[in-house]
């Protein structure tokens, strides 16, 4: 999961933004519990597909 789309219960801002105390404590246990939580989810689909077609080529190769 993400914390760019995350609201804080205690001061009602987006987690991301780290307006006060839990927000930041929040992010950055999620930052060490999964780091890859920071990337966006474009991001992510984007580096996935890169290495799905680095492996086509390569077993293309191979060939």
Known sequence: ???DRL???NCAAPV???R???CRA???RMQQENPFAA???MAL???VAI???ALALLAHQTV
């Open 16 to 18: 991301s933004e780290g």
């Open 20 to 22: 006060c105390p839990v």
């Open 39 to 41: 990337l966006h989810p």
């Open 1 to 3: 999961m993400t914390y």
């Open 51 to 53: 290495l799905i077609a």
């Open 7 to 9: 609201v804080c219960a």
């Open 26 to 28: 929040s992010r950055a």
């Open 45 to 47: 689909i984007a580096l």
